[in-house]
């Protein structure tokens, strides 16, 4: 195996362009046509606009987010990350470093700002870095390119990633999330909390939870802080952001990262793009026609709007690992080492600890695994071990500092991730404690088997020089570790999902690096390996549909324990055994026409990978469906959701961020989303959309709630509040007020806005029915805004 080993260890170097690469590059530079990468950026944002138009972003809106995060925080970042290099490199690949490091930056900048209550002096860095670089005569040679390209097929597989992310998306969260009225009130239960959070971080405020003042805001938070960021600077409603444009820059950077990556250690670029072909359709392999995913898969792209924490933080990590890559091909090549790939490390990796809790403890391991297999093969530590000892500083700063030693109810509980899924229901019933370990190993069983047809390529990696490279191993004990959380923890909201997810990037990374591992680079590959590998994706494809349209067609009888073991796992096994028949006789085929060992090899894994790969199309087949089924797509109320929101919420809580200063504390008797009884506690439209902190709102997602029971006593949202006398005085002032009751209760607590909502649930999870807000509130407090069934009093 060989490695591009660079000048300087943060990113690789260039070769010369091919004659015909050069030829088309003049063709196109002489032409009236745009080169092929930038028509992939041109395609890539006509599907953003037309997409985000489509479900309610305004042109304002579109263009000065576009703006903020251009000039803001793209273009002085990748000044400062082409100066880290010293050098310029592929444009499209300096851009997204240097996102990453303008959130980086941009992060401690604005907390500074905001504790000195001037937020737009955020705006200093980036002012400040472009004027640097224009001024500074040693810096100006950062504005210029290095007339190189990178390969159009990379430039378009970032392109279609991305659009692919989007659209998916839009038909799976935007069209039952609007930004309009009235459908704006059944929006997703944790858009309401991403919002929150935001308004937290706009205003020079304790850091405490918005929506139950007193809790300390143990979270990972980062991404909410860049969230304020944008939308002082922008002018966009948090909502806006969230819902919407927010992850956008973070997807399309970690894209192109994925490719700069693989094109690092391999140097080549299809690597890269099937890693993201891979990333995106592979991730499970579904032999049922019935349903799209019968099993908890481990799809990168879920979630990564309604969680904005995890896309923030897989941008951090990925650019870390390639930085370290970086590190670990100057430590093979014996150059001299250099602090500054160190310090940025350092740096990505306090971002990474930050933004999302799974991501550290995965580096971890992924290091350990790492400095393992060095010291078990050279006797001696390597760049794994302060690579690890960084991440374990910053691991217990998150752990003690930023998450208060808490576990936001993660327990170890192994096994319990498929009880929720489709099958698992299907088979053992609505979840429970009580644990049948036969049923639940083999469905856990059938679940992880389910996610490693599209990784068969990794077989590659046990050649020579590919089974010691580090950062194999890296990537390997990270994706190994994410797999493992999936089955071992439990969270009541199934939270341990997000180690899986974080996985699935690296193990398509892993999986192409395979295939790139049987097939040498400068080695020509014989036209009858294509075709044997043809033959091999076409009986895999085959095998899939047959069992499809066979024994797994039906679906079960009841969605509660209808079937039996044998009747779930069928399917699976006979897509196993099928698919490793066709493996073989691809295998023995390659062997007959006199392949090399390494492409019969590689002539099975594909037959196996292609199987996922198809099962990946063939779920997203309802997305073309929708788009040419003629009927809108927007403003749709999902089965099972409601409005859970109160009629005026949306306008009374703007009404008051806008009538109130941030230190104002606020009381309210909505601690329930409404329509939903028993009471669900995760309410939190009103610190959402006034931007104030709330004395006692919903009390979900804390750490005092989760303490109050484990994962099968609804702790998620439907636990006690743990302080009974504080809710009983706080709701007392609205159903029973007296001027003696107001003017006490709101003196002791601060209080100086009151929010009444006409009809709410009774706060209590076992308990029924409904409690009125009393009018005579009125003759305690001024009335100063109503809206639909919410009134706003400001105290006396």
Same mark, same amino acid.
């Given at each position: #195996? ?10 690789? $170097? ?7 690469? &050069? ?39 579109? !263009? ?67 004027? *640097?670089? !224009? ?14 390209? #990178? ?27 609007? +930004? ?15 919002f929150a959070l935001v308004g937290e971080f706009k205003h020079d405020v304790p850091l405490n939870t918005p929506w139950v003042t007193g809790v300390d805001l143990v979270y ?22 969230? #819902? ?7 997807? &399309? ?8 990556? %693989?094109h690092r250690i391999t140097g080549r670029w299809w690597p890269g793009n099937l890693a993201i072909g891979l990333m995106l359709l592979a991730p499970v392999t579904v032999p ?58 350092? +740096? ?19 290091? +350990? ?19 690890? /000892?960084?991440?374990? &500083? ?13 576990? $936001? ?49 990794? %077989?590659?990696? +046990? ?11 890296? #990537? ?31 193990? @398509?990374?892993?999986?192409?690096? @395979?295939? =790139? ?17 043809? /033959? @091999?994706? =076409? ?15 039906? @679906? ?21 055994? *099928?698919?490793?028949v066709v493996a073989v006789l691809t295998a023995v085929i390659g062997v007959i026409v006199r392949l090399r060992r390494s492409h019969v090899l590689a002539v099975a894994t ?68 409404? $329509? !939903? ?9 009103? =610190? ?109």
């Amino acid at each position: #195996m060989t490695h591009e080993v660079t000048e300087h260890p943060l990113t690789e $170097q260039t070769g010369p362009a091919t004659a015909g690469v &050069a030829g088309r590059r003049r063709w196109f530079s002489k032409g009236i046509w745009p080169s092929p990468g930038w028509l992939a950026l041109i395609f890539a944002l006509a599907v953003s606009v037309v997409t985000l138009t489509y479900y309610g972003v305004t042109e304002r809106d579109l !263009i000065t987010f576009s703006a903020y995060s251009l000039f803001c925080v793209t273009l002085p970042g990748t000044l400062i990350w082409r100066a880290l290099q010293g050098r310029a490199g592929f444009l499209p690949l300096d851009a997204a470093f240097g996102t990453t490091v303008g959130f980086a930056v941009e992060l401690p900048v604005y907390m500074l700002a905001r504790q000195a209550d001037q937020p737009f002096a955020v705006l200093a860095w980036p002012i400040i870095t472009i004027v *640097a670089f !224009i001024a500074v005569p040693r810096l100006r040679k950062f504005w210029r390119g290095n007339r190189e390209r #990178m390969s159009a097929g990379a430039a378009w597989s970032a392109a279609l990633g991305t659009s692919f992310t989007l659209v998916s998306t839009a038909f799976s969260s935007f069209r039952y999330n609007s +930004l309009n009225e009235p459908y704006q009130a059944v929006m997703h239960v944790d858009f309401p909390f991403q919002f929150a959070l935001v308004g937290e971080f706009k205003h020079d405020v304790p850091l405490n939870t918005p929506w139950v003042t007193g809790v300390d805001l143990v979270y990972h938070w980062y991404v909410y802080a860049h969230g304020a960021a944008a939308s002082w600077i922008s002018g966009v409603e948090p909502q806006v952001l969230i #819902m919407r444009l927010l992850p956008i820059p973070m997807i &399309a950077a970690f894209m192109l990262v994925v490719i700069a990556l %693989a094109h690092r250690i391999t140097g080549r670029w299809w690597p890269g793009n099937l890693a993201i072909g891979l990333m995106l359709l592979a991730p499970v392999t579904v032999p049922w026609a019935w349903t799209s995913r019968p099993m908890d898969s481990i799809v990168f792209i879920d979630n990564l709007w309604v969680s904005p924490t995890q896309t923030f933080a897989a941008l951090f990590c990925i650019v870390a690992i390639y930085v370290l890559c970086g590190i670990f091909q100057a430590d093979e090549g014996k150059q001299r080492r250099r602090p500054l790939p160190w310090i940025v490390l350092t +740096l990505l990796i306090g971002a990474m600890a930050g933004a999302k809790a799974t991501f550290v403890p995965m580096l971890i391991c992924g290091l +350990l695994l790492a400095l393992g297999l060095r010291v078990i093969r050279l006797k001696l530590p390597g760049p794994e071990l302060p690579a690890l /000892l960084i991440a374990g &500083a910053w691991l217990a700063f998150a752990q003690l500092v930023l998450y208060g030693s808490g576990s $936001q109810g993660t327990e170890v509980n192994p096994l319990q991730t498929v009880k929720y899924s489709t099958l698992g229901r299907a088979v053992m019933g609505t979840q429970n404690a009580i644990n049948d370990w036969g049923i639940l190993w083999a469905m856990s069983g059938i679940s992880l088997g389910a996610c490693l047809f599209g990784w068969a390529c990794m %077989a590659g990696l +046990l050649r020579r020089g590919w089974r010691t490279d580090p950062i194999v191993h890296v #990537m390997a004990g990270f994706a190994i570790s994410g797999l493992g959380a999936l089955y071992i923890l439990a969270h009541p909201g199934l939270s341990q999902t997000y180690f899986g997810r974080s996985a699935t990037p690296y193990l @398509g990374i892993l999986a192409a690096l @395979g295939l =790139a591992a049987l097939l040498p680079k400068g080695k020509r590959v014989p036209r009858r390996f294509f075709a044997v590998a043809v /033959l @091999g994706v =076409a009986g895999g494809v085959t095998a899939l549909q047959l069992i499809r349209n066979g024994v797994g067609k039906q @679906g079960p009888i009841s969605p509660l324990a209808s079937w039996t073991v044998e009747q779930a796992t069928l399917p699976y096994v006979m897509l196993l055994q *099928a698919v490793a028949v066709v493996a073989v006789l691809t295998a023995v085929i390659g062997v007959i026409v006199r392949l090399r060992r390494s492409h019969v090899l590689a002539v099975a894994t594909l037959a196996v990978s292609s199987v996922a790969v198809t099962s990946g199309v063939l779920i997203n087949q309802g997305i073309v469906d929708s788009l040419f089924s003629g009927q809108p797509q927007r403003d749709i109320v999902a089965p099972g959701n409601f409005f859970a929101m109160p009629p005026g919420a949306i306008d009374a809580g703007r009404w008051l961020r806008d009538n109130s200063r941030p230190r104002d504390l606020v009381a309210t008797n909505s601690h329930c989303r409404a $329509q !939903i009884s028993p009471c669900d506690s995760r309410d939190f439209w009103l =610190a959402a959309f006034s931007e104030r902190q709330v004395l006692l709102e919903g009390w979900s997602y804390t750490e005092p709630a989760f303490a109050t029971g484990t994962i099968w006593d609804r702790t998620l949202y439907r636990s006690h509040f743990w302080d009974p006398a504080l809710l009983n005085r706080n709701d007392e002032i609205f159903v029973d007020p007296t001027a003696e009751r107001v003017n006490s209760f709101t003196a002791d607590h601060g209080v100086r806005w009151l929010v009444a909502v006409g009809t709410t649930q009774i706060p209590d999870p076992e308990a029924k029915g409904e409690i009125w807000a009393s009018p005579e509130l009125a003759q305690f407090a001024t009335e100063r805004y109503k809206a639909g069934d919410v009134t706003v009093y400001e105290v006396r």
